[in-house]
Nanobody, 124 residues
Framework: QVQLVESGGGLVQPGGSVRVSCAAA????????VGWFRQAPGKDREFVAA????????TYADSVKVRFTISRDNTKVTVFLQMNSLKPDDKAVYYC?????????????????WGLGLQVTVSS
């Protein structure tokens, strides 16, 4: 089993930045990739970004490319999502997820483990 715990987030002004973290515990050596998803009020959960644990390669949703950066700290078994130039449309509950198997990493159905999520609100 793998446990994922998100932290960070909160209230941010439009155009601002925030970093959210996902700390993994348990049998983390089984993880192939870690992804971030988000769910806005009244909308389906959508893919944001994912990073392959061993190689560090990453993939992003078109809506966040250039503005968001996903990274990892192998020693702390933590994945970060740096979010810049935030827009009101970025307001959502952000979820961290871990997958043991292979891609497509933008598909939530392949993920095996999920965090509880945290709120990011973009408002003036």
């Amino acid at each position: 089993q793998v446990q994922l715990v998100e932290s960070g987030g909160g209230l941010v002004q439009p155009g601002g930045s925030v970093r959210v973290s996902c700390a993994a515990a348990g049998r983390t050596s089984n993880l192939n990739a870690v992804g971030w998803f988000r769910q806005a009020p009244g909308k389906d959960r959508e893919f944001v970004a994912a990073i392959v644990w061993s190689y560090g390669s990453s993939t992003y949703a078109d809506s966040v490319k250039v503005r968001f950066t996903i990274s990892r700290d192998n020693t702390k078994v933590t994945v970060f999502l740096q979010m810049n130039s935030l827009k009101p449309d970025d307001k959502a509950v952000y979820y961290c997820a871990g997958v043991v198997g292979s891609r497509p990493f933008n598909d939530e159905r392949v993920y095996d483990y999920w965090g509880l999520g945290l709120q990011v609100t973009v408002s003036s």
